[in-house]
């Protein structure tokens, strides 16, 4: 068993730890990657829903319809920019240098 004073003894020899290492522009970027591709993902999931949701409930009233089809170009746009944003990160990644 050990005594009070050689557990403080060890906790002041071992030594520091830091609490996180700096990360690498690469690493940043590959980080923000995920995040814009899967919030880009969601919001056009939420657009091709409500799109969904416009049409149905739009019996037959052409604005309505119309709005629907608004909310689908939007969904599409999104997932075409959820797909293109590791494209667009890795072009800013060349012109920091990293």
Known sequence: MQTTFSVLADLAAAAPQPLAAPKSIGEVISGITGWIMG???LVATMFL???GLRYMAAGGDP???EQAKGNFKSALIGYALAVLAPV???VLQS???G
Do not use: E, K, T, Y
């Open 39 to 41: 919030i880009l993902a």
């Open 49 to 51: 829903v409500i799109g």
């Open 88 to 90: 667009v990160l890795s």
């Open 95 to 97: 012109i920091l240098g």
């Open 63 to 65: 604005a309505q319809v």
